[in-house]
């Protein structure tokens, strides 16, 4: 339909941008609304798991991490809002952004020993596993 629109025009006319952005978005609803699926590297070492996740236009503190059972959620939400005082505001549209991201945890974890830390657009999760208790296959047995 679109695509239709644009082959009716004559080659020769004046192209007017505002009818043509009102033209490329009129048929996209929501498109400031953005939900994305950030990268994540996950790596893991004798004393716990690693987790790099890059998002690079949040902040922190848009940011929210929860750890329950043995569920880790990332989730985030950034609402932009601009305004240009100089120009004629002819439309005006909200963007947001947001994602969340789940993972299954082992069993092997320390709740309690997980930091997290968030540096130049990358998220950076430790998480500690519990220290493996050491296996004594012989045990000396009382005689009552």
Not at 106 to 130: F, H, M
């Amino acid at each position: 339909m679109l695509v239709s629109q644009f082959k009716n025009r004559p080659a020769s006319s004046i192209i007017n941008f505002d009818e043509l952005f009102d033209e490329l978005f009129a048929h996209r609803p929501n498109v400031a609304n953005k939900s994305f699926m950030p990268a994540v590297n996950i790596s893991e070492s004798e004393s716990g798991y690693h987790l790099d996740m890059a998002i690079p236009s949040f902040n922190k503190e848009e940011v929210k991490i929860k750890v329950e059972k043995n569920l880790l959620t990332i989730s985030g939400e950034k609402k932009e809002e601009t305004t240009d005082e100089t120009k004629k505001v002819k439309r005006k549209e909200f963007s947001y952004k947001s994602f969340s991201r789940s993972f299954t945890l082992p069993e092997n974890i320390e709740l309690d020993k997980v930091e997290a830390k968030y540096e130049n657009g990358i998220l950076n999760i430790n998480i500690a596993k519990k220290e493996a208790q050491k296996e004594n296959n012989a045990i000396e047995v009382k005689i009552a």
